[in-house]
């Protein structure tokens, strides 16, 4: 690790690699050693997982040490943060086939403890479906670690620019830079979805622990935003930056805009 300190301005952590791969490295081991920890007192791990480019090196890592160290998900309870509406599970754009893709198809997590929202409910149906997103998370006692990426314009889940501070799960409009990121995964703007459940920030900010990994020069802006400028709506990220439980975990570049992390 390059640098690890609190932010320059509140009470987070930031914690700095000098490029992805270790990044994403020290995230993998922050969930494996929560997962064995909760295993050594017999309890479960309750995860909240993101999708996007940023977690996949984090997720071959958890599937590394699955396949050459033991590391068992028996344990874990999983929930996704978010998924597009309307879309099939099935369809490869899907949040749900993602997680297949890239972690649930390579480890021992059991399929019952696997909580995706499955938008194939009638509209009419939405609200009542979110409910029951929200109280089944809080009948496993709550999330104990929430990993997070961050969108372009500080979106965390799909909590778009605007979203309540104390907004829980539910039916959400995707921004138009939301959107745009995502047409290459869809082959154009005009298939990608304008809508999408998404666990809100009320949720989020009440796991135990939040690890929110940002790479790449891409995102350097948004962060500098997010952990250094005002505290608002219009950033949803900044919510974080007065919460004890959160570490950011940033590459070099993704840092490059923070202030006291460039002099360094
Ligand atoms: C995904 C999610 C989003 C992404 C964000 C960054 O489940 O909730 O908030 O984390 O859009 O996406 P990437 O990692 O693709 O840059």
């Given at each position: 690790m390059l640098q690890s300190m609190h932010t320059p301005t509140n009470s987070s952590t930031l914690h700095l690699f000098s490029n992805p791969e270790k990044a994403s490295l020290y995230v993998a081991q922050q969930i494996a050693d929560l997962i064995r920890q909760q295993q050594t007192q017999g309890k479960p791990a309750v995860l909240g997982l993101a999708t996007g480019n940023t977690p996949k090196r984090v997720y071959e890592e958890l599937i590394n040490l699955h396949k050459n160290?033991?590391?068992?998900?028996?344990n874990v309870i999983s929930f996704n943060l978010d998924e597009y509406y309307p879309i099939h599970p099935e369809d490869t754009q899907s949040y749900t086939y993602f997680m297949n893709r890239y972690l649930f198809g390579s480890i021992d997590i059991k399929l019952e403890n696997i909580h995706i929202p499955?938008?194939?409910?009638a509209a009419n149906g939405i609200n009542e479906y979110c409910k029951a997103y929200e109280e089944k998370i809080a009948r496993f006692g709550g999330l104990d670690l929430q990993l997070l990426g961050i969108g372009r314009n500080g979106h965390i889940g799909f909590n778009e620019p605007g979203s309540s501070f104390q907004d829980t799960t539910r039916l959400v409009n995707l921004h138009s830079l939301t959107r745009e990121d995502a047409q290459t995964d869809f082959g154009g703007?005009?298939?990608?979805?304008?809508q999408a459940i998404s666990i809100g920030i009320d949720t989020i900010v009440q796991a135990r622990k939040i690890l929110l990994l940002a790479l790449g020069e891409k995102k350097s802006e948004i962060i500098s935003k997010a952990l250094q400028?005002?505290?608002t709506t219009r950033v949803p990220a900044s919510i974080l930056q007065n919460l004890p439980h959160v570490e950011y975990v940033l590459d070099h570049e993704a840092a490059a805009l923070i202030e006291e992390a460039v002099v360094a």
């Open positions: 160290e033991g590391l068992s998900f028996a499955h938008t194939n409910c703007l005009e298939n990608v979805p304008h400028g005002e505290i």
